[in-house]
Every structure is written in C-alpha cells, then in structure tokens.
Nanobody, 126 residues
Framework: QVQLVQSGGGLVQPGGSLRLSCAASGRTFSPNVMGWFRQAPGKKRDFVAAIRWSGGSTSYADSVKGRFAISRDSAKSTVYLQMNSLKPEDTAIYYC???????????????????WGQGTQVTVSS
C-alpha cells in the first residue's frame, strides 16, 4: 500500500512564495513519476507539474512555467513544489500524485493517476 502525505500550504499574499512537500511510504513504492495537480472551487482537477523519479526530468503546465519548480529527494521519498510569484488564480487545493507507469508527459489526466495525497489548501489573497 502506497501512502502520500502532504504538508505545507496556507495563506500567502500575491507575489509571495510557498513550498509544498509530499512524503511517500509503502514497501512497494517505486514510482516512475510523481507530480502535482490542483483543483479550484467548481473546477476540474488540473495538472501542475511532474518529475521523473529516476533522472529528475520535469514538465510543467504553461500557467506555472517560470514560477513553480518541482524537485525530489529520493533518499527521503519526498517530492516538493516550490511556488514563487504566486497569483490569486493559483488559489486551489493542491494534490500530490504518483504513478508507477505514467511518464512526465502522460501524467496530465487525473483519471490516470494511481495514488493521491490528501490535498492541501493554498490561498493567495491580500
């Protein structure tokens, strides 16, 4: 059984920064890719970023390119999302995701994700 436990998030002013963390556990945990999605109220869950567990290649949604950075610490089985220059439209619940079969290019449809974190609220407001 794979578990993804998220931390971080909260309230930040526009232009500010936040970092999300997602720690994975499970005897058989061996992802090919981990990533982040987000869901704003009344909207569908959207892809944000993904990272290949081996090698560290990354992909991003156009809306966050240049502002967000995904990284991982293999020794800690943890993936991070550093969010800079935050905007009010970044407000959403952010979800960590993992898959043993998807790639950084195919982890775009939430229906295909195998494992989810519990979600954490990010609110960007003055």
């Amino acid at each position: 059984q794979v578990q993804l436990v998220q931390s971080g998030g909260g309230l930040v002013q526009p232009g500010g920064s936040l970092r999300l963390s997602c720690a994975a556990s499970g005897r058989t945990f061996s992802p090919n890719v981990m990533g982040w999605f987000r869901q704003a109220p009344g909207k569908k869950r959207d892809f944000v970023a993904a990272i290949r567990w081996s090698g560290g290649s990354t992909s991003y949604a156009d809306s966050v390119k240049g502002r967000f950075a995904i990284s991982r610490d293999s020794a800690k089985s943890t993936v991070y999302l550093q969010m800079n220059s935050l905007k009010p439209e970044d407000t959403a619940i952010y979800y960590c995701a993992a898959s043993p079969t998807l790639t950084i290019w195919t982890m775009t449809n939430p229906d295909d994700v195998d494992y989810w974190g519990q979600g954490t609220q990010v609110t960007v407001s003055s």
